[in-house]
């Protein structure tokens, strides 16, 4: 069992950047693919990147170049960075962690607003 726990979302103006993390408890990470996902009202929640245990990441293109996607197996704790942010990356922001051989196995936070503006 993995418990996810968001932090670092907030109001920010355009062009500027935020450094989102996502503490997990309950068992280590680094077995586990990680990921953020973002929701806004009314839509679908969408995957913004994701890095696989051996460190492939891949990004939305809508934030491919703007966005890092890391991890610290040691601290337990992903992270997502995005610079250059625009208005419609206003969402709530969730982490998940999955494993690839268990499609059980598969747990996110309770996510954390993101709201940009000026």
């Known amino acids: 069992q993995v418990t996810l726990v968001e932090s670092g979302g907030g109001l920010v103006e355009p062009g500027g950047s935020l450094r989102l993390a996502c503490e997990a408890t309950g068992s280590n990470i680094s077995s586990y693919g990680l990921g953020w996902y973002r929701q806004t009202p009314g839509k679908q929640r969408e995957l913004v990147a994701v890095i696989m245990r051996g460190g492939t990441r891949n990004y939305q293109p809508s934030v491919r170049g703007r966005a890092t996607i890391s991890r610290d197996n040691t601290k337990n704790t992903i992270y997502l960075q995005i610079f250059n942010l625009k208005a419609e990356d206003t969402a709530v922001y969730y982490c998940?962690?999955?494993?690839?051989?268990?499609?059980?196995?598969?747990?996110w936070g309770q996510g954390t607003q993101v709201t940009v503006s000026s």
């Open positions: 998940n962690a999955f494993s690839t051989a268990d499609p059980r196995d598969d747990y």
